[in-house]
């Protein structure tokens, strides 16, 4: 009879022959540091997401929907151009880059438009 070891803690592992843990904690253990990597790459992205949303939407003047402020300004705020969730081409080939409702559109001099999806 061949003598099974437990996947995360190596220890010989008596029971049902199927048996892949010791016991519940080195599964938990196990299966949790299987999908960490995975989850805290989407939990960073999503953050970074959010963030570039809200910068997008406090250079919006109360009650409007469209501001502009400098590349400098938004990176100085933290904005991350790299991440962005969809892009958007008008019928005169402008492309506006999107975080979730709020986009951008870059402009002459390092200037961008920020517009506010209208429901």
């Known amino acids: 009879m061949e003598n099974k070891t437990c996947l995360n803690c190596?220890?010989?592992i008596r029971g049902r022959v199927d048996k892949?843990?010791?016991d519940d904690q080195c599964?938990?253990?196990y299966n949790y540091h299987q999908y960490a990597d995975a989850n805290n790459l989407m939990r960073r992205i999503n953050?970074?997401?959010k963030k570039n949303r809200n910068i997008l939407e406090s250079l919006i003047p109360q009650g409007e929907d469209l501001g502009k402020a400098p590349k400098e300004k938004l990176v100085r705020e933290g904005f991350q151009f790299?991440?962005?969730t969809h892009s958007y081409e008008t019928k005169k080939g402008s492309v506006y880059t999107?975080?979730?409702d709020y986009g951008y559109l870059p402009l002459e001099g390092d200037w961008f438009l920020i517009v506010r999806v209208k429901e």
Request: glycine share 6%.
């Open 10 to 12: 190596g220890e010989p």
């Open 20 to 22: 892949k843990f010791c």
């Open 27 to 29: 599964r938990n253990n």
């Open 47 to 49: 953050h970074t997401l």
């Open 82 to 84: 790299k991440y962005s």
């Open 98 to 100: 999107y975080c979730y």
